[in-house]
């Protein structure tokens, strides 16, 4: 059964399947290291392993979406066998006995496990709490002046424009320009390109299906138009040489 080491890592000796399908396991010493956000495997226990030895596999926890006790149409002839499903990879495992198993699939579902606040438990940024002590800085308005006048028995206000004359040809070159300010902040596609906009903040969100609404870990970028998700940080990395990329709005 697996036990906490000083580090307060859960540890253990598991069989791995070599190849997904092959049915060959090998014995290999596995440790869950949450502080690292990885689960290790070695050839051995590394305190019996040379010095510098390192580990032979590696999986992070971020990538597990489950970890299920395996049924007997994926592994008929593999008792106490449970199987990890992260991203599009499924690692079976085998432990010593049915303890073994359950103790394992626990650890290392409640490791990766997802959670979701519900409404209003989030806690607020120091800066979120700072912005909303602070009252906002009230934007000084120019002084308008207005020529008043009756028109056929009803009062209208006309603005007089600083330069002369009416206060609609005035200020027509000043709209003009905001106008055109805002059109050039416009993205011309969708999707931002390879050469767009730097990122304002990338890393892992939780995001609920549309159609099953169970929650995901997916990889977020946001950048001034857009914020694009994907499954892993790698998946990011390899879009970015690519022009089209999955966005919300």
Known sequence: MPYVDRQNRICGFLDIEEH???GKFLRRYFILDTQANCLLWYMDNPQNLAMGAGAVGALQLTYISKVSIATPKQKPKTPFCFVINALSQRYFLQANDQKDMKDWVEALNQASKITVPKGGGLPMTTEVL???AAPPALEKKPQVA???EIIGGVV????ISQNGGDGQEGSEPGSHTIL???QSYIPTSGCR???GPPLIKSGYCVKQGNVRKSWKRRFFALDDFTICYFKCEQEFKTS???TAKPCLY
């Open 156 to 159: 209208v206000h006309t603005p």
């Open 240 to 242: 970015l040489a690519n």
């Open 180 to 182: 055109r300010r805002s």
């Open 130 to 132: 700072k912005s909303l």
């Open 193 to 195: 390109a390879s050469t």
């Open 20 to 22: 997904e399908n092959s």
């Open 146 to 148: 207005y020529k008043t």
